[in-house]
């Protein structure tokens, strides 16, 4: 599993920073949460290409979150995709998405599936699936989180041989953990031919809000957290006032969730001369694996071994 | 007066190609011709900044050239603007701006004055104007021409001492065209004192469009001709069809209206790893002063000296 921080600028994009928006890989699978303007052009930057694009999520329909999405469907519409996009966040997105086409009179022969979403479950993949929450900005938001289900153990191949399995389907009965009877009688246990369960991964993405009690819950033990980081310790009043978060903040909220990995995007551009290590002094002495993100920068999540 | 091609892209973005839009800076004022997506980053990245923009020309309603506005618009309501912004284009312009704002509830402190029209002079400054005329594509789209009027002959400074005329308010007079008579009854011709009158320039502006006899009216003699070229020449069926022109064609619709330079944007992507040279080898030779703009590439045209 992948991140890439497409965009990583506050509200105004910066010689720097792009607007926001996130790329979550998983599989051959591609997420975007959010789709701030010139996200096209950053997944061209990227390298990913744009037909794996599976699903978008949008946290809210303030402008720097979502006027990357006309241009972005256009593509897609040009490009000749036939498979329909799920684009999922709050109440108001199927009207922006509607006026779009119908004002720039653009038509695809993909369909545009918008679910206007609220909290819960809102989406279920192949062995994942991704939860929204409200957090506390100034208007109604979503954070998101994808949670891998839990994945089988190791399979013991020299056990399973061994035991005169031969390789074929029964191999496969075995790994979904179903007990196969072998032609000599003897019944071979999948529990004893797997190794312990692998936990699944979980990614969480929270940006634009306040530090808030939501966000720990939506983040519980991820690997890792997508979290505003607007501005620096000294601004907590305008970050409160603007329903943002300030570096402190989201470390301790990293904190209280037992995150592995704290990533801060969303910075405003009046940091654009200070060195990242200065801002996050404070910040690194409560949860020390921190890191203000920039555009196009990756993250990997590798698969867990046992525990 | 200087132009910047801030993109250059045909209806997609490329690793090296912005979305289209043209600025045009004349004298402290900068105007826009279209406005496509990272339109905003562009100009953060040209260095002009954004108090400076006065109006915005729109050639047609297709998303590559308007889906930067709603992100201009924002920034320049988050930057504190309160001039007015004028933007004018094709009918339909105002339905998009008016359910962008309240699709996205963006309020800034300036008002946004749009202006949905057709042919003629569409805009008067201080010495100079901008005309639109209906060019041909697929839709209603418009081209531009920014022409300045005469300028006064140069002041003729030391014959004007020489006559005994004091340095003052006279001299205003005298450089505004009108006689004056001095204290001891001698007049003083403001034709005798300035030299001959000074042609403005001319920028005109013609994409997206089939070559037609619209433009070479609305171009003619122009010092700049900012033209669509998106396609080379094997494939004038494909320009024709699609509502474009290729580059030989907009090289005999620049030597027709008589133009000092022509520039050609809205690239095709499929020309990424073609040389320019190689590209332009046959309208160089209709005609010589043509270039394929790049993003962010400058043009100056100085004040013409007399006639």
């Given at each position: 599993m992948k991140v890439i921080t497409l965009g990583t600028s506050g509200t105004i994009p910066t010689l720097f920073r792009n607007l926001p928006s996130v790329v979550l890989q998983r599989e051959g699978e591609i997420f975007l949460f959010d789709c701030g303007e010139g996200t096209q052009i950053q997944i061209v930057k990227s390298g990913?290409?744009?037909?794996?694009?599976?699903g978008i999520f949008i946290s809210h329909l303030h402008g720097d979150h979502v006027t990357g999405l006309p241009g972005l469907l256009m593509t897609l519409a040009q490009s000749g995709r036939k498979e329909p996009l799920q684009i999922l966040g709050p109440k108001g997105l199927k009207r922006f998405i509607e006026t779009i086409k119908s004002c720039l009179g653009f038509f695809g022969e993909y369909e545009i599936l918008v679910n206007e979403i609220e909290e819960g479950i809102v989406y279920k993949g192949d062995g994942y699936w991704i939860e929204s929450s409200r957090v506390d900005h100034n208007t109604f938001t979503l954070g998101y989180a994808l949670i891998e289900e839990e994945r089988s153990g190791k399979f013991m191949l020299k056990k399973v041989l061994s035991l005169g399995v031969q390789e074929g389907p029964l191999f496969r009965e075995l790994q979904l953990g179903r007990d196969i009877t072998l032609k000599d009688g003897r019944v071979v246990r999948s529990k004893d031919v797997l190794g312990p369960k692998r936990p699944g991964r979980k990614v969480a993405y929270a940006i634009d809000?306040?530090?808030c009690q939501k966000v720990i819950d939506l983040a519980k033990d991820a690997d890792l957290l997508i979290h505003d980081?607007?501005?620096?310790?000294?601004?907590e009043e305008d970050a409160h006032l603007k329903g943002h978060s300030t570096h402190s903040q989201a470390a301790r909220i990293a904190k209280e969730a037992s995150v592995k990995k704290l990533v801060l995007t969303h910075i405003s551009s009046r940091y654009r001369n200070i060195a990242n290590a200065d801002l996050l002094k404070n910040a690194k002495e409560i949860f020390p694996n921190i890191v203000i993100a920039h555009d196009l920068m990756k993250f990997e999540i590798p698969v867990h071994k046992s525990v």
């Open positions: 990913l290409g744009f037909g794996r694009i599976k809000t306040r530090p980081g607007m501005f620096s310790d000294e601004l």
